[in-house]
């Protein structure tokens, strides 16, 4: 069973009530873009499954079952729903790393928000592709008790055949001359609801998933979603209990022309991401 397929299931698992996504055809051509935008429909299989990668911590858990924290209020500037600038606040910023994660957020809303954050970063990132990194990015981002089991069905699912069906091999890597993207980029986050030891925190995202360079066939597309995910504070930092995701608030497309793709490949090799800290 692929991701994509595993995805396609969620949405019944356990009337969780998360949405249901159905994976597109593939798109052609050896441009990121073109003058005529395509439907809605028919985003490309790699865009979705790239995308999907953050959902496939949600499948494991679903499954498992689980209540929902427990709501408690606390100051006023810390309300759930109660709009906040992504700015600095004070608190002192991350300072420690796990490999490439931070950590050493901070126990309360504005470290849960952090967290949660980096952590959407990590697990929309190419790593995900290859077990080594992958295994990595899991135990650095998830609570200790659930990371065994997640581990093993994402390695089941990241199966030679899938990989290859994508365009990548089965050690997830990009053909010679091409370079793979994936990359989730947080707009804004909110915390749901909160409690000393746990919280529920939306991260709003645009993702770029595909393959960028001369003769590629997948090229690098744009999506919008929002990742919600249940925060266990274990460890000394929050780690992820759970997570599921929903499609958008997707703006309307503007009028920008696509770049070629070696344009694409080439912005990726040269722009770093970011460490999120609020």
């Known amino acids: 069973m692929s991701p994509g397929d595993e995805h396609d299931s969620f949405g019944g698992v356990g009337g969780s009530g ?21 439907a809605r429909g028919s985003r490309s299989l790699l865009a ?7 959902l496939v911590t949600a499948i494991a858990f679903a499954n498992r079952g689980g209540g929902e924290p427990a709501t408690t209020a606390g100051p006023t500037s ?8 992504t700015t600095a606040t004070g608190v002192r910023p991350v300072t420690g790393k796990n490999g490439q994660i931070p950590t050493g957020h901070t126990q309360n809303t504005q470290g849960a928000q952090s ?6 970063v990590a697990l929309g990132s190419v790593d995900m592709f290859q077990r080594g990194p992958r295994t990595d990015i899991v135990r650095a981002t998830h609570d200790p008790a659930v990371t065994d089991a997640l581990l093993k069905r994402l390695d089941a699912s990241y199966t ?3 990989l290859t069906s994508i365009g990548l091999d089965a050690n997830g890597l990009a053909p010679s001359g091409l370079t793979f993207v994936s990359r989730t980029v ?24 595909g393959l960028a360079g001369t003769g590629s066939t997948k090229p690098v597309t ?3 979603f929002t990742l919600t995910q249940k925060l266990t504070w274990v460890g000394g930092d929050w780690r992820i209990s759970s997570s599921s995701q929903t499609e958008g608030p997707t703006p309307v497309n503007g009028d920008n022309r696509a770049s070629v793709a070696d344009e694409i490949a080439e912005a990726v090799e040269e722009y770093g991401g970011f460490t999120y800290a609020r």
């Not at 804004?188 to 991260?203: F, M």
């Open 78 to 85: 810390d309300r759930p729903g109660r709009a906040t600038p």
């Open 186 to 209: 947080p707009v804004g986050a909110k915390v749901r609801d909160h409690t000393a030891t746990t919280a529920t925190v939306d991260v709003w995202c645009t993702g770029l998933v």
């Open 115 to 120: 967290a949660a954050t980096n952590y959407a």
């Open 222 to 224: 744009s999506t919008w």
């Open 18 to 38: 998360q949405t249901r996504t159905r994976l597109p055809e593939g798109n052609s051509g050896d441009f990121h873009g073109s003058a005529r935008r395509p």
């Open 160 to 162: 030679a055949d899938f």
């Open 48 to 54: 979705v499954v790239g995308v999907v990668v953050l």
